[in-house]
């Protein structure tokens, strides 16, 4: 079988719906390639606002990114149009930069701001530059899946979650000929195992801090004390 890429997951995806490859068909056939894609890039933006939605907006944050201003500071715009979901971080700068809060836009806080969907307002209205920033983490949509797009969720095995939907997108347009209902419950399995798994991905991240102060975790637990 192959990888979990867009080659692998057009293989998968005209494997399981029994039509071999999907360049034999024809331009006017329902099962291209071409549309075959344009379903898997449905179906990723369907699973990326399902997991930022459901507990797993960190398995989606993108590295530090820099927002730039066109007013002189009053707003600052996210790259290339995106809309973050989920969460967002921002820093005056990219390495050891303060934290900026998000805040009402009357505080009175310096650092303040308040998110306008793709872009940011300083608190009040008031302008502020940066030396090199502000930087911001954050979950927006992944670039759509096309024939020079590849997928991007990480891990590459949860991305059975795209294939699923993409059969249940497909099936549901297929006049009857094929029925939904199976690839709807091999999603919800898929998104049931996948929510858990993130959900769990950072558990015990600070379990070594824990262990440093030189206390034993049952040293908390009042029943245990007397």
Do not use: C
Request: net charge negative; charged share 20%; glycine share 10%.
């Amino acid at each position: 079988m192959a990888t979990w890429n867009n080659a692998g997951l057009l293989e998968r995806f005209f494997m399981y719906l029994g039509r071999g490859n999907g360049g034999t068909f024809g331009p006017d056939e329902l099962w291209t390639e071409a549309r075959a894609l344009s379903w898997l890039a449905d179906a990723q933006e369907q699973v990326y606002t399902v997991l930022a939605s459901r507990g797993a907006a960190h398995a989606l944050v993108n590295a530090p990114v820099q927002l730039t201003t066109a007013d002189g500071g009053v707003t600052y715009t996210f790259p290339d149009g995106a809309y973050p979901f989920g969460m967002v971080e921002l820093y005056a700068q990219e390495s050891n930069g303060r934290p900026l809060v998000v805040s009402l836009f009357n505080d009175t806080q310096r650092d303040g701001f308040v998110i306008e969907g793709d872009r940011i307002r300083m608190a009040g209205g008031r302008a502020q530059t940066f030396a090199n920033g502000p930087y911001a983490r954050y979950v927006g949509m992944a670039p759509r899946i096309s024939a020079t797009q590849e997928v991007l969720l990480k891990p590459d095995s949860a991305r059975e979650l795209i294939l699923y939907r993409a059969l249940v997108l497909a099936a549901e347009v297929s006049n009857g000929e094929l029925d939904p209902a199976p690839w709807e419950r091999k999603y919800a399995d898929a998104e049931t195992r996948w929510l858990t798994t993130f959900a769990t991905q950072y558990a015990m991240q600070t379990q070594s801090a824990i262990d440093n102060t030189g206390r034993a975790w049952w040293q908390d637990i009042p029943a245990l004390n007397g």
